[in-house]
């Protein structure tokens, strides 16, 4: 587990008040919970009375009641806050299951890891709504180290962007952006021709922002001129067995003059501007390859 670090879990929508959510947090098991009031807490999704997982319990006004033994955990600080065998006048034992530090912001739930200070950027600070969204979950079968790797060696494996051709032809080298790794890989709109003519008519740039460490990639496709077309956060977490946990939102800007009229009337029509595959190709995987990954991984061992 990565120390001090903060990930996106989970939709804010997800998780209603007086409800739970099993997760996975960079491998951690974690229980989400809202209180009646609307706050968010997550704790270790294990009773420290019987080991037993706590997500399936009910949301008391002391906390998350665990469905076993019925020992009720304080959401922020992850104290036992009640025992119903106990009489009133029992003193309750220091049982404790380990909370984590919760934010939302945008959309996104966010959970802090770790034993390292807390930054003050969450990674959902990079995304902000400018149209409709279009959000979803999933667990892919592809390690999280893996995933990251692919966004930049091959988006178009993860991704697609209906309409369009990511080609292979990169656009300038791997930049670094503080925390993240940015490249710019040419595309087109489909029908219109691959090859020569895109190296000299340059249409589209699929703009990869992918993490030395954590989970925010943030993936835009922009016209010749940089206008963003599209925009979403598909954000990354090691979830169990060498899976990858996945959580995205996204949206398509306003404009795009110069796309084609299916692109446009598939966007009157309400249809979603991109797909997150959770079934993930492995051959085209393995076909792959390891390019601009490979800085990231150098630049990733500098970081450490």
């Given at each position: ?41 997550a704790l270790e999704d294990r009773c ?163 993490p030395l460490a954590g989970g925010d ?25 060498g899976t990858t946990g996945l959580v ?57």
């Amino acid at each position: 587990m990565t120390s001090g670090q903060w990930w996106i879990v989970a939709l804010s929508e997800q998780l209603a008040p007086g409800k739970t959510l099993a997760v996975v947090c960079d491998g951690a098991q974690v229980a989400l919970f809202r209180s009646a009031a609307g706050e968010a807490f997550a704790l270790e999704d294990r009773c420290p009375h019987r080991r037993v997982l706590l997500s399936p319990g009910q949301v008391r006004p002391g906390g998350l009641q665990c469905p076993y033994h019925g020992w009720t955990f304080d959401g922020a600080s992850g104290l036992c806050t009640d025992i119903p065998n106990l009489r009133r006048d029992e003193k309750i034992p220091p049982a404790a299951a380990r909370a984590y530090p919760v934010a939302e912001l945008n959309g996104f739930i966010h959970v802090h890891t770790g034993t390292g200070d807390m930054p003050g950027t969450l990674p959902g600070a990079a995304y902000r709504a400018a149209g409709r969204e279009f959000t979803g979950t999933a667990v892919a079968a592809i390690a999280f180290a893996d995933y990251l790797d692919v966004m930049l060696d091959g988006p178009e494996c993860l991704l697609d962007f209906p309409g369009v051709t990511i080609t292979d032809f990169f656009i300038g080298d791997p930049r670094r952006d503080g925390t993240h790794l940015v490249l710019d890989r040419g595309a087109v709109w489909k029908g219109r021709g691959p090859g020569p003519a895109f190296v000299r008519d340059h249409p589209l740039l699929v703009r990869t922002r992918v993490p030395l460490a954590g989970g925010d990639v943030v993936v835009e496709l922009l016209d010749a001129a940089e206008r963003p077309l599209v925009t979403l956060l598909v954000a990354a977490s090691a979830n169990r067995r060498g899976t990858t946990g996945l959580v995205w939102r996204g949206f398509a800007h306003a404009g795009a003059q110069t796309a084609p009229p299916g692109w446009r009337l598939r966007r009157l029509a309400g249809a979603a501007p991109f797909t997150v595959r959770a079934c993930i190709d492995g051959r085209a995987i393995a076909a792959l390859e390891a390019a601009p990954s490979r800085e990231r991984r150098d630049l990733l061992e500098d970081v450490a």
